[in-house]
């Protein structure tokens, strides 16, 4: 059974830090891209990055490049969120969600989202 | 920056068809995915790859592509079906992702 399981929200001051992670289970982890997907509350849902099988290929949108960092660590089939200079327009529910497709097969697999994470960015 | 543009709102009575449409100009040579999204829930893919759908979905949701415009159907709705519906896709690099706006399907 997939698994994704998030980890590390909380407040955070505007200005401040905070790391995410999501703990994988149940699939092949280094087979599959990833991606960080975001809710602001009341409001719809947002792609914010995603990050190839390998990690060496990661994306983001506008609004965060330059103080997120999506990275993934496949020995401990893990997936991590870098937040920096955090900003009252990033308080959101943050999800991580697994691609739909085996990188080896080309195969259609599923899509399975964790439970998401609430990070809130206010003083 | 790439975007999907959907309609805010659909109403349906019960047992009617509700359409919502996603367009976006990389739509023609990239899927679109749909997404239904109940109050406090996770979203749950209704539709991927333009028009196929996921194992346990209900028959009544279906979608279809043309052009720079993708289409989620839902037919014969039911009450169960208000949510709200994403559509999904990247741009056409394939690199960045894009959610639509959301749109509120009401069923009354």
């Known amino acids: 059974e997939v698994q994704l399981l998030e980890s590390g929200g909380g407040l955070v001051q505007p200005g401040g830090f905070l790391r995410l992670s999501c703990a994988a289970s149940?699939?092949?982890?280094?087979?599959?891209?990833l991606n960080w997907v975001r809710q602001a509350p009341g409001k719809g849902l947002e792609w914010v990055s995603g990050?190839?099988?390998?990690?060496?290929?990661?994306f983001y949108t506008d609004s965060v490049k330059g103080r997120f960092t999506i990275s993934r660590d496949n020995s401990k089939n893990t997936l991590y969120l870098q937040m920096s200079s955090l900003r009252a327009e990033d308080t959101a529910v943050y999800y991580c969600?697994?691609?739909?497709?085996?990188?080896?097969?080309?195969?259609?697999?599923?899509?399975?989202w964790g439970q998401g994470i609430l990070v809130t960015v206010s003083s | 920056s790439y975007e999907l543009t959907q309609p805010p709102s659909v109403s349906v009575s019960p047992g009617q068809t509700a359409r919502i449409t996603c367009s976006g100009d990389?739509?023609?040579?990239?899927?679109a995915y749909w997404y239904q999204q109940k109050s406090g829930q996770v979203p749950v893919l209704v539709i991927y790859?333009?028009?196929k759908r996921p194992s346990g979905i209900p028959e009544r949701f279906s979608g279809s592509s043309s052009g720079t415009m993708a289409t989620l159907t839902i037919s014969g709705a039911q009450v169960e079906d208000e949510a709200d519906y994403y559509c999904?896709?990247?741009?056409?690099?394939?690199?960045?992702?894009?959610f639509g706006g959301g749109t509120k399907v009401t069923v009354l």
């Open positions: 969600a697994k691609e739909y497709y085996d990188i080896l097969t080309g195969f259609y697999t599923g899509d399975y």
């Open positions: 149940g699939f092949t982890f280094s087979n599959y891209a």
């Open positions: 990050i190839s099988g390998s990690g060496n290929s990661t």
């Open positions: 990389a739509l023609p040579k990239k899927y």
């Open positions: 790859e333009d028009s």
């Open positions: 999904y896709s990247t741009d056409s690099s394939g690199h960045y992702s894009v």
